[in-house]
């Protein structure tokens, strides 16, 4: 693969671990969403098709849980990075959250969907989603009672992901940021950039599942560690 005229230089990975101190449940600890809920009947396709009403409740709840949420010290750390690289920096989010947008991040890829937007199950279409979704709710194009979360279930393909491993294979820096490197393909992006012959750095609460594979680590709360870091990257263009 040929590198772009315009490279991207940093690519960011961040994960629920960094939206934990806003209020938002992760999913993997002891106490994660997912020990709460049986993963099958409120993420997966099958799940959907078996039971609409719950899976819509479950996220109607993260919605609301989202919306009461605040962006913490950690994403307005890389709003102020961003607006120091622009688009020699990409963000990608495995969160379905909106707190880097409202923390004022501009160009936010997520890979696994988001609680704000919909889909239809029948034609595809996707559009902004209401705050409370419904299994009765009609398509605003097709007018099919199929809509649903445009987030990414089990067993689905995550999205933007050839824009994704292009900035991995010219990047000179990957961080991850809150992740458990236990959910593939975002665990695998760290061998993608090492092969491309990027640095890489984990800012993690701990160690994550593939955090020998980073060339470096910070451990700590992600609003004191990211903070701590991006004032070091920007201390360079001073």
Request: hydrophobic residues 40%.
């Amino acid at each position: 693969m040929t590198k772009s005229d315009n490279p991207i230089e940093l690519v960011i990975l961040t994960g629920a671990g960094i939206s934990a101190e806003s209020g938002l449940g992760t999913f993997r600890d002891k106490d994660g969403l997912w020990t709460k809920y049986d993963l099958a009947e409120v993420a997966s396709p099958k799940g959907f098709a078996a039971d609409p009403g719950k899976v819509h409740d479950f996220y109607n709840a993260r919605r609301r849980n989202a919306s009461e949420a605040s962006p913490n010290a950690a994403h307005t750390a890389l709003v102020e990075l961003e607006a120091k690289l622009g688009d020699r920096m990409m963000l990608i989010t495995q969160n379905v959250d909106d707190l880097h947008e409202r923390a004022g991040s501009r160009s936010v890829l997520h890979m696994h969907g988001a609680l704000s937007r919909a889909r239809c199950a029948a034609c595809g279409a996707t559009f902004d989603a209401p705050q409370v979704m419904s299994a009765d709710d009609p398509c605003p194009c097709c007018w099919n009672n199929a809509t649903r979360p445009d987030i990414v279930w089990f067993g689905e393909m995550p999205m933007h992901m050839d824009r994704i491993y292009a900035a991995l294979a010219e990047c000179t820096l990957f961080v991850a940021i809150g992740t458990s490197g236990t959910v593939y393909p975002a665990a695998g992006f760290v061998a993608e950039a090492r092969a491309g012959g990027a640095d890489t750095l984990e800012l993690n609460a701990e160690p994550s599942a593939v955090a020998s594979a980073f060339a470096d680590a910070h451990y700590g709360q992600a609003s004191q560690i990211v903070p701590a870091w991006t004032r070091e990257v920007l201390a360079q263009f001073e």
